[in-house]
C-alpha cells in the first residue's frame, strides 16, 4: 500500500477548504455549527498527526492519517443543511454520508487504491458504535486511528463548553439532553463491564458525558490514552459530574486506571 505524499496531502487540505466554505457561505443561521464542524476537523488531523508520529509512523503515514482527519466529517455538512440537525438518529449516518460525498468528488482518484479503500472506510465507520468485524485488517489501523482522534476532539468541544458555561446557548454539543438528572444505573453498570453504550442508552447531560469517558475503554491506541492523561480528561470532567453518587466515583475510578495504565494492553499500531 503507498501512502499519501506531500502533494496529496496538500490537495486533500485546498478540497476541503472549498467544500466547507462553499457550505458556510450559505449557512445563513447555521453558519456558526458549520464553522464549529470545519475547526473541529482541523483539530482531529492534527490529532491523527499526533497519534501517527507518536506511535513511530513514517511520514507518508502520517500524511495519510492527517488527510484522513481533514476528511472524516465532511458528511456533516450536508447533513447539517438538508436536515438542521447533527443527531443522526434524526437525520443520517454523516459517516456513510462522508463517504458517499467523497466517493462522488473523485478526490482520491489518483491515491493508491488499497489506500483509497482504508481512507474510505475510515470515513465510513469512524462513528459507528462498534467497528464492524468484516473490515480488512489493514484497514483496521485507520478506522481505529480516526475514532481515536475524533474522540480526543470531542473531549475539547464538550470540555470547552461546560468550562466556558456555553451549553445553554450551544444545547446541541450536549445532544439537546437535559442539564440535570442522575446518571442512570443501567448505563453505568454497562460501562463497569467495559461495553459499548448506545445514545439511545442517554437520559440526561451527566449520561452523555459518562458516555464519552467510556470510550477510554476502547480506544485504538496507547497513545491516545496518554493524551487522555496528559491532557486531564477524565478529572476535568469529574470536577462537573455528581462524583457523591457512589456508582459514578466507580466509573470513574475504573477509567482513570485504564488512562493511567496509558494502554499497555491496547492493540500496537
Not at 83 to 96: L, P, Q, R, W
Not at 141 to 160: G, N
Not at 186 to 198: D, F, H, N, Y
Request: proline share 5%.
Amino acid at each position: 500500500m503507498n501512502f499519501m505524499n506531500s502533494t496529496q496531502l496538500q490537495a486533500v487540505r485546498r478540497h476541503f477548504i472549498e467544500y466547507a466554505n462553499g457550505y458556510i457561505a450559505e449557512a445563513g443561521d447555521m453558519k456558526h455549527m458549520m464553522e464549529m464542524k470545519r475547526e473541529h476537523c482541523a483539530f482531529v488531523a492534527r490529532n491523527c498527526r499526533e497519534l501517527a508520529e507518536t506511535s513511530g509512523w513514517s511520514d507518508e503515514e502520517a500524511n495519510t492519517a492527517e488527510a484522513l482527519g481533514i476528511l472524516h466529517d465532511v458528511g456533516r455538512f450536508p447533513q447539517l443543511e438538508e436536515y438542521g440537525t447533527f443527531v443522526d438518529a434524526k437525520s443520517i449516518n454523516h459517516g456513510e454520508r462522508g463517504w458517499q460525498a467523497i466517493r462522488e468528488s473523485g478526490l482520491l482518484d489518483e491515491v493508491d487504491p488499497a489506500l483509497r479503500n482504508a481512507i474510505l472506510d475510515g470515513v465510513r465507520h469512524h462513528n459507528a458504535r462498534i467497528i464492524p468485524e468484516s473490515l480488512p485488517p489493514a484497514h483496521l489501523r485507520w478506522v481505529r486511528l480516526i475514532r481515536d482522534a475524533d474522540r480526543l476532539d470531542i473531549y475539547r468541544i464538550v470540555l470547552d463548553a461546560i468550562e466556558n458555561d456555553q451549553l445553554d446557548e450551544h444545547p446541541e454539543i450536549g445532544l439537546s439532553l437535559a442539564r440535570e438528572g442522575d446518571p442512570c444505573p443501567e448505563l453505568i453498570e454497562k460501562i463497569l463491564q467495559r461495553g459499548a453504550p448506545s445514545y439511545s442508552d442517554l437520559k440526561c447531560f451527566n449520561d452523555f458525558v459518562l458516555l464519552i469517558l467510556s470510550w477510554a475503554n476502547h480506544m485504538g491506541y496507547p497513545a491516545t490514552l496518554r493524551l487522555m492523561r496528559d491532557r486531564n480528561i477524565i478529572d476535568r470532567f469529574a470536577a462537573h459530574l455528581p462524583t457523591e453518587v457512589p456508582a459514578v466515583g466507580n466509573v470513574l475510578s475504573s477509567l482513570r486506571a485504564c488512562v493511567m495504565d496509558a494502554g499497555s494492553e491496547q492493540p500496537d499500531a
